[in-house]
């Protein structure tokens, strides 16, 4: 195992642990550090945010596509997927390509077949043999972590590591929603809860692929923060009488794309009638019960 220089790793480690589902979050430190085995790293936390996913998951909330409750966790349960660290090791087999003292981003994926049709067309997403940092396996609420290194997500060494976390879990929603919008430079493009912590996301890669913004969203200071960010126009859905034509009328007939970041199916229905004839409805936010009206 190589080791950066003057690291030495400890045997144990603080951590944020839940025994069992719906039980309270214990920080213990006794809890054992990881080894890097065949392809993999150790990497030292630096930070982390915490997710919405990780309480629900706790607490035995969380749903299933089909809305039955996420039981099958792995215990002690240790959360986070919005996290960075710092490799201080790397395990036998690593590429050379991967240095000691890197920065990297610990996500909600953890592990991919590499096999599967899904991974082999570029979907890994959709892995069937999947592993997460959420449900399978321990997240960044440790000192120390493990992580595949034919899987790492590298980050580049001028990042503010104090700022990524969020980057992994929502920043990624969105960026993925904007590539699934098929955005072309011009474009218009609404973001519903642009205010919000996927919606003023959503806002900057919007602008970063060259379209043009109306952010959506309520009260004088999500106005004032939403404007600060580029947008072209900001529509408050406290005071405007009818959102969807104020929309058509900024885009002369409807947008190309619109991202609904915010959990309220009435965000859902006006997203839909924003769009004119061939535009992209890309759906993010989640909402309980099946609904729209």
């Known amino acids: 195992m190589a080791i950066s220089n003057g690291t030495s790793i ?5 951590a944020a642990t839940v025994g069992e589902l719906g039980g309270p979050v214990e920080l213990v430190d006794d809890y054992p550090v990881p080894q890097p085995g065949h392809d993999e790293v150790l990497a030292k936390v630096l930070y982390s945010g915490v997710c919405q996913s990780d309480l629900d998951t ?8 089909d809305g039955t409750p996420i039981t099958a966790l792995k215990f002690p349960h240790v959360g986070g997927h919005e996290g960075v660290g710092r490799i201080i090791a790397l395990g036998p087999g690593c590429d050379p390509s991967i240095n000691l003292g890197s920065l990297v981003g610990i996500r909600f994926a953890s592990r991919i077949c590499r096999r599967c049709e899904y991974c082999l067309a570029g979907n890994e997403q959709h892995c069937v043999k999947s592993t997460n940092h959420l449900h399978h396996e321990d997240g960044s609420f440790q000192e120390y972590i493990t992580l595949d290194a034919d899987y790492l997500m590298v980050l580049p060494g001028d990042v503010d590591p104090s700022l990524m976390g969020p980057v992994l879990c929502g920043g990624l929603t969105v960026y993925k929603a904007c590539l699934n919008a098929n955005l072309k430079p011009g474009d218009w493009l609404v973001v519903f809860g642009a205010g919000g912590g ?11 692929f060259g379209a043009r913004i109306i952010g959506v969203d309520g009260g004088a200071e999500k106005r004032e923060f939403v404007l600060s960010l580029g947008v072209r126009k900001f529509v408050d859905f406290t005071t405007s009488p009818n959102v969807v034509q104020d929309i058509q009328r900024i885009t002369n007939g409807g947008a190309q794309a619109a991202i609904v970041a915010v959990g309220n199916p009435t965000a859902f229905t006006q997203g839909a009638e924003a769009l004119r004839i061939g535009g992209t409805l890309c759906c ?3 909402w309980t019960g099946t609904s729209t009206e």
Do not use: E, I, N, W
């Open 10 to 14: 400890p045997k144990v480690q603080k």
């Open 58 to 65: 706790k607490s035995g909330t969380a749903m299933k596509p």
């Open 198 to 208: 996927l919606g003023h996301l959503a806002v900057q890669y919007g602008k970063a």
């Open 284 to 286: 993010c936010g989640a």
